[in-house]
């Protein structure tokens, strides 16, 4: 059984910072792609970052140059680094991977349960 458990949501008034996190634990055997989607209220799920295991990270054109996705191999964990945070920003914002685990064929995407970001003007 594979899990993501995202952490570091929360109410930020806007042109603050948030930084979250999603440690991915079970039976991995390797993780590829990493990400972050964010869901608002009346709106679909969209795509803020996404980082591969080597190579070019891609950010949604909303965010690019206030938000950073990174991560930890040796943790199993994705961070997001949200700066100058709009109104705009407010979601609950999933965690995404891309999961080779024991007792399956061949890699998962898994989901996070969400974490609310609420930013306040």
């Known amino acids: 059984q594979v899990r993501l458990v995202e952490s570091g949501g929360g109410l930020v008034q806007a042109g603050g910072s948030l930084r979250l996190s999603c440690a991915a634990s079970?039976?991995?055997?390797?993780?590829?792609?990493m990400g972050w989607y964010r869901q608002a209220p009346g709106k679909q799920r969209e795509l803020v970052a996404t980082?591969?295991?080597?190579?070019?990270?891609n950010y949604a054109d909303s965010v690019k140059g206030r938000f950073t996705i990174s991560r930890d191999n040796a943790k199993n964990t994705v961070y997001l680094q949200m700066n100058s945070l709009e109104p705009e920003d407010t979601a609950v914002y999933y965690c995404n991977a891309h999961i080779a685990a024991s007792g399956f064929l061949g890699p998962r995407y898994y989901w996070g349960q969400g974490t609310q970001v609420t930013v306040s003007s």
């Open positions: 980082i591969p295991s080597g190579g070019n990270t």
């Open positions: 079970g039976s991995i055997r390797s993780i590829r792609a």
